[in-house]
């Protein structure tokens, strides 16, 4: 059965009687959107049924959430409890142990509400003359009384003091090389001395002095040049012949840190291969260091046979005459031959070492030409060997570009 009250609202009756404690039988203010535009008021001054029944501050009786008129003097915020909050309190009589939850009043005045500790003011900017600044999480540390604690150390570990960094450095312009201040050190921390004289370097000691520098940390290491690794330099590397030092082309296999002239053949001059220059029909030529003088010169091997063996024997011959009788002190620019001898049935020559050739330089300047000065510096020397060659009744057979090689 509905009923009507005077504004004409409608109240309904549950059709289950025995529903009726737990539904209201009156309606909150939060299910009628329209209470909030009727007037708090009536004309005569008297408030009307709907702002006493609606109203949020005023609720009435019938409303679940019951309160006591505001008294002067008493805090306002203190006095609401939500519904939920005391319907939590009432226990089952079928539980044994009470499950309240502890009572917090969200609507406490902004007075009563607990103050939190402040963030830190953000740190000035420091003075070239002061400290270096903390970082942001010390200055938080020592807000909130914590300590800085390192991951890496355990409760009971002393902790080091902070290192003091000291002033920021300056920097002053300068205006002449004398007012330079330098400090040198008259024996730099940490390094042994050189057996040449002076300090060997942290770089020298991590380069050339490295098997020292070894051999102080560990007494027990030992080094040994035949032992490093080695790179074939010879193309194919496989050993067919001669015993297996040589490929089937009767080349001999070069190998980086290998040793051309042995001591058992009585030769004075021992060389350590470093790189191959270059490679042709006559055979190989090997950029290389006497052990003896550390002299870096060239050594042509030539191949394993009879032809070139027999060719190259007359070279050594053409090469003899003309740098021992007719060009003594080198004037008529004649490749120098310094050495010969034979290594594993290969005759080894050893020349200077010369830089690219003329087709090279050419090929460097895209093919572009040279200067007119240059040019008539090469033809000089050029047309003064030739005359040279005709004084000794040779003839060159051969004069290219590639065959003509440039000093350092």
Same mark, same amino acid.
């Given at each position: ?11 309904? *009756? ?78 089952? !009589? ?7 939850? !502890? ?8 007075? @009563? ?26 200055? /938080? ?51 042994? @001395? ?27 290491? =030992? ?19 001669? *015993? ?6 009767? *080349? ?6 290998? #040793? ?12 350590? #291969? ?59 620019? #004649? ?6 001898? #034979? ?10 070492? /010369? ?8 090929? =460097? ?26 004084? @000794? ?16």
């Amino acid at each position: 059965m509905a009923l009507n009250d005077r504004d004409g609202d409608f109240m309904m *009756d549950d059709a289950d009687p025995y529903n009726k404690q737990k539904y209201s039988t009156s309606r909150t203010s939060s299910n009628l959107n329209s209470a909030q535009y009727l007037p708090a008021t009536a004309e005569d001054g008297n408030a009307s049924t709907a702002a006493r029944k609606y109203s949020p501050m005023n609720t009435s009786p019938s409303s679940p959430y019951v309160t006591s008129p505001v008294q002067q003097g008493m805090n306002p915020y203190a006095s609401y409890t939500p519904q939920h909050q005391r319907q939590a309190s009432r226990q089952s !009589p079928t539980r044994q142990q009470s499950y309240n939850t !502890p009572s917090q009043n969200y609507y406490s005045s902004p007075t @009563a509400r607990p103050q939190h500790s402040q963030l830190p003011p953000i740190q000035t900017p420091l003075s070239p003359d002061g400290q270096y600044g903390q970082s942001a999480t010390a200055q /938080l540390n020592a807000v909130f009384g914590r300590e800085m604690r390192s991951p890496g150390l355990r409760q009971g570990q002393p902790q080091s003091e902070p290192i003091n960094n000291g002033p920021v450095p300056q920097f002053s312009k300068c205006h002449h090389v004398s007012e330079l201040n330098p400090r040198i050190n008259a024996q730099p921390p940490f390094r042994r @001395a050189h057996p040449e004289g002076g300090f060997i370097s942290p770089l020298q000691a991590l380069t050339t002095h490295l098997p020292s520098t070894y051999r102080i940390c560990n007494p027990n290491f =030992q080094y040994e040049s035949s032992r490093n690794p080695r790179r074939v330099l010879t193309k194919p590397s496989k050993g067919t012949k001669n *015993d297996g030092h040589d490929n089937e082309d009767s *080349d001999y296999i070069l190998y980086v840190n290998d #040793i051309l002239g042995s001591e058992e053949t009585g030769h004075k001059n021992r060389y350590l #291969i470093l790189d191959v220059l270059g490679q042709g029909t006559f055979g190989q030529v090997v950029k290389c260091q006497n052990l003896r003088t550390q002299e870096v010169v060239a050594v042509k091997v030539v191949k394993n046979r009879t032809a070139y063996f027999n060719q190259s024997m007359m070279e050594v011959s053409v090469l003899d005459l003309l740098n021992s009788r007719m060009d003594k002190n080198d004037d008529h620019h #004649i490749l120098r031959l310094k050495d010969t001898f #034979i290594h594993r049935q290969h005759l080894c020559l050893v020349f200077e070492l /010369l830089s690219v050739n003329l087709y090279e330089l050419i090929k =460097q300047n895209q093919f572009r030409g040279l200067s007119t000065t240059l040019v008539r510096v090469f033809a000089q020397q050029l047309l003064n060997g030739l005359c040279l060659l005709n004084k @000794a009744r040779l003839i060159h057979c051969d004069l290219k570009p590639e065959n003509i090689l440039l000093k350092k």
